[in-house]
């Protein structure tokens, strides 16, 4: 082999790999500087816990980028569905199993409103997405009455809650190692649907080429229909997520995570040279955004600092993503 053929077969390979030998590099580097305090098994269960929500978003992206969508009022929308699940739960007084259930049906009613703007009305997703923003912010504040859902608030009619305090089921969703197990099943499951289902062989078609899926005779509205209903699952369960790991359900609880989730999805295209969006590098792309933070928080970096940094990782993982493809 050529000297310029074997350093461009190893500039493609340190472009796949970036993202895990960048992961790998923050260990070594953090480390290095903080010792133990990085490396101890409660930090690392640490990382694992607040990577958990920006997983399940981010494979809820994953699943809608496959087919070329892209959810821009993701993390709005799951807002609406924690304020949806901890007011059944504390004003209604329906058990943590009737809360899920109501909170997913109104999550995926609310999702036919994307789905119709998109497949009906053909607008293309980024625009109808960012109007759903308003929409959703604005619904969900009007539910709630403009405040919030947590113990000891009243109805926004004056009517006490039917609950005053919240159950040990209710808040052990959100800790370890619930909100972790729930997070590996979602890749898993998600890995499996993607990677090992003609159903997902057919998404990722239609993300590839949507007029040569249309001939070959992939139903494209129907499967974008059905990514957007799986993406609508993940994002009720990311906002269940969000509200027992706060403990309520405040006005916008969700919408923060979506910068880190989308960087996720990025990232994880990269990962192996997938070149799209898959479920295994989503979950590397979280660990690394997670384990920046939490390194740069742990050395003492401000706090105002990091999300400068996190827009850099998303920079530098789209440069690996597309500085080598060719025209």
Not at 198 to 210: F, Q, S, V
Request: hydrophobic share 50%; proline share 2%; aromatic share 10%.
């Amino acid at each position: 082999m050529s000297v310029k053929a074997t350093r461009k077969t190893t500039l493609r390979f340190l472009l796949d790999w970036a993202a895990v030998i960048t992961l790998i590099g923050c260990f070594v580097v953090f480390t290095a500087v903080t010792g133990s305090r990085f490396m101890s098994k409660n930090n690392m269960i640490n990382i694992l816990r607040a990577m958990s929500i920006t997983t399940v978003f981010g494979i809820g992206a994953t699943v809608t980028m496959s087919a070329d969508g892209f959810d821009m009022s993701m993390c709005t929308l799951a807002s609406c569905s924690a304020y949806v699940f901890v007011s059944m739960y504390l004003w209604h007084g329906l058990s943590l199993g009737m809360s899920i259930v109501v909170s997913l049906i109104a999550t995926l009613v609310m999702y036919q409103l994307t789905m119709f703007l998109i497949l009906v009305c053909k607008i293309p997703d980024m625009l109808a997405t960012v109007a759903l923003m308003f929409v959703h912010q604005g619904l969900g504040q009007w539910y709630i009455g403009g405040g919030a859902v947590s113990t000891g608030m009243r109805q926004p009619n004056g009517n006490p809650p039917a609950r005053v305090i919240l159950g040990e089921d209710f808040t052990a969703i959100g800790r370890a190692p619930w909100i972790i197990i729930i997070m590996l099943v979602c890749v898993l499951v998600a890995y499996i649907f993607l990677e090992h289902t003609k159903h997902g062989r057919y998404l990722y078609a239609i993300g590839g080429n949507k007029e040569a899926a249309k001939l070959s005779g992939i139903d494209v509205k129907g499967y974008r229909y059905l990514a957007g209903m799986i993406t609508a699952v993940f994002i009720t369960i990311g906002g269940i997520l969000v509200a027992s790991r706060g403990s309520s359900a405040q006005v916008g609880n969700s919408d923060g995570y979506f910068m880190q989730a989308i960087a996720a999805v990025f990232v994880g295209r990269t990962v192996g040279g997938a070149e799209k969006p898959n479920a295994l590098g989503t979950l590397v792309g979280a660990m690394l955004v997670s384990t920046l933070e939490n390194g740069l928080t742990i050395m003492a970096v401000s706090y105002y600092v990091l999300p400068a940094v996190k827009g850099a990782v998303l920079a530098l993982a789209l440069i690996a993503a597309y500085a080598g493809k060719k025209e």
